[in-house]
């Protein structure tokens, strides 16, 4: 009887040794599960919420990352932009520097014109002076546009005095100055490949 006493006692004790260890193990797990709750998060939010804040922090952080790579794509336009407004500066001021150049090659083209002008005027000037002082022949034979300028003469003198064309074909045949002999002064044009023949010295005016 007393053994049978022991041995209930002996399990009583055993279980009531379970429950505490497992009252323990419970109790452990509440106060771990509750420490890991606060540690994760202040507000004491259940792992759902925690997993909803992850996912709206992933989007923000897409949000974010989209924005900015707008943000880089305009700011690779508009230094794009600004390389090509570098780039037509330079162009323009290349255009300016050209510009300055022709100027300068024209002011002097138009320098050199007007001194070729005035040569121009000045030789002319002694053209129309050559023309108009009289040409002095000597006896003997002259081939007109070698010797003697085309145009329009008066010859005067105390000779015979004939021209010739080129072909040969009498065009004159006078004897200048006065006398019984004498015809005057001859007036004639003078062509190019004509032949003027003088017995004497002969003067040749240009006329009008």
């Known amino acids: 009887m007393e053994q049978k006493k022991k041995s209930h006692i002996a399990k009583s004790k055993k279980l009531w040794k379970t429950i505490g260890i497992i009252l323990v193990l419970i109790i452990t797990y509440s106060i771990g ?5 606060t540690t994760l998060n202040d507000e004491k939010v ?7 804040k992850v996912l709206e922090a992933e989007k923000e952080l897409e949000e974010v990352t989209s924005k900015l790579d707008d943000k880089q794509n305009e700011y690779d336009k508009v230094k794009k ?29 138009k320098t050199t014109i007007k ?71 001859y007036v004639f044009f003078a062509e190019d490949g004509d032949v003027i023949k003088a017995a004497a010295q002969v003067t040749l005016t240009p006329v009008e």
Request: a negative charge; aromatic letters at 4%.
């Open 115 to 185: 001194d070729k002008k005035s040569e121009l005027k000045s030789l002319e000037g002694d053209i129309l002076e050559a023309k108009g002082k009289p040409i002095n022949l000597i006896a003997g034979e002259w081939i007109v546009g070698e010797d003697v300028p085309t145009g329009r003469y008066e010859a005067s003198g105390s000779s015979n005095f004939v021209v010739r064309d080129e072909y040969g074909g009498l065009k004159v045949n006078t004897i200048l100055g006065g006398g019984t002999v004498g015809r005057g002064n």
């Open 81 to 109: 932009l600004i390389d090509q407004k570098e780039d037509v500066e330079k162009e323009l001021t290349d255009l300016k520097s050209k510009k300055e150049e022709h100027k300068s090659e024209v002011k002097s083209l």
């Open 46 to 52: 259940t792992y759902d919420d925690i997993q909803s």
């Open 33 to 37: 599960s509750s420490s890991a709750t």
